[in-house]
């Protein structure tokens, strides 16, 4: 009993020290859950803001020596940016009461709770303290933005990360988070979405895509005749541990959007689900590839781990540890031959950004309109069962209705804003900047200077 009140004094003072008195009365359970609650999200939130390490060495591994430098240190820019813009405008756009289709209020939090009474009611069901709140939020549109920038790397010019990074933390994510988490019109329809299949993934997909198609393929991506060259990623070990700390930010993510560890320990379950359909996906991708290369291909078994996540993330409190499995490994399946499709049709998507994030994003969504069960869209208390649950069409049409809303959305305001930067400031960088790599170019100094100081003088700097 004694460490027991030590430890729930020690909780109850960092997160509620309004509520103690001298006397070191034992908190009342009310109390006590909230606190671990806070502990918990607080916790879920440092797991997904670890992520952009994740990101910062799978991206960074997964392209050539002369960018590795650029590559991981924009994602501690980009992070930054977001924070800011997120703070200003993006949380009161995505989660502040107003219509629809995007909050009026909650700009510029303040971490107190007077203005989250009146102006977070979508957010009103759990009592974390807002502050832990914004920061949990915070941390998807990071991972959002994130995914963007795939469609950018080793050809994107460093301005544009400022402006549209800002861009799409303020008019572009919030809108679609409003819609399915802020009580906007796909949540008052039940768009089951529970950690962001749609709303965090594919968003950046889509913003990935539309970037890629603009800023063209990179240099000697492809011959005269259209075929591909592969541009292998210059450290396959870094885009391991990548996926590895990704693969462990996302008990963060889907367990962690529970915003409770005390409601009869679902965000245990959801855990189980996430990590069944990751090691599915795993395992899919590299059979898939074992067939179709005659080798086992450990970049498309990364994509597979990373594909079979994002689409449990919709899923994950919806469907069984049986059918986390399914959609995981057909996570892997799909992602892998969509890449294959996708570069030979002329997109040269560096890191496999919209069929990693897009396509399994997409199917993700609509898995819970097939695997849903009923008893578990009842406890979450988010849309109707799936249709081979005996739910019929009714929830996958929701489904897809939700998908196609998000990705025109994000699609017609990407490319405007993208298209009106490209002929005003220019998205790429010049011919000779590329060559050189955007470790130079754009910041003056080479990620890996010996390296690179000797293929130069060696003559082979424009290779690596």
Known sequence: MFKRLCISTIIMSAFFPASLTFAADEPTPAQLQGAIDAVW???????????????ALLEAGSTRMKNAGHVAGKTVLTFGLCAIAFWAFGFGFAFGDGNSFFGTTGFFVDGTEEQAKGAFGSLSASDVPIAIKFLFQLAFAGVSLAIAWGGFAERGKLAVYFIFGTLFTVVIYPVVAHW???GGWLAQIGMQDFAGS????LQGATAALVATLLLKPRIGKYNQDKTPNLIPGHNQVLSVLGVIILWIGWFGFNPGSTLSATNDGFFGYIALTTNLAASAGAVAAMAVSWMYFGKADIPGMLNGVLAALVAITAACAFVTPRDAVIIGAISGILTFFTAQWFEKAGVDDPIYAFSVHGIAGIWGTLSTGFFATPELAAKVGVGKAGLFYGGGLEQLGVQALGIFGAFLFVL??????????K??????VTEEEEIVGLDLSEHGSYGYPEQMKKAAHGGAATTL
Do not use: D, K, N, P
């Not at 999200?41 to 990101?55: D, N, S, T």
């Not at 002929?423 to 790429?428: A, D, E, F, M, S």
């Open 198 to 201: 749609t709303v965090v993934h």
């Open 41 to 55: 999200v607080m916790l879920a939130a440092i797991l997904v803001i670890f992520m952009q390490a994740g990101f």
């Open 412 to 421: 017609v305001l990407s490319f405007v804003i993208l298209y009106l930067m």
């Open 423 to 428: 002929v005003t400031i220019g998205l790429r």
């Open 180 to 182: 399915v988490w802020g």
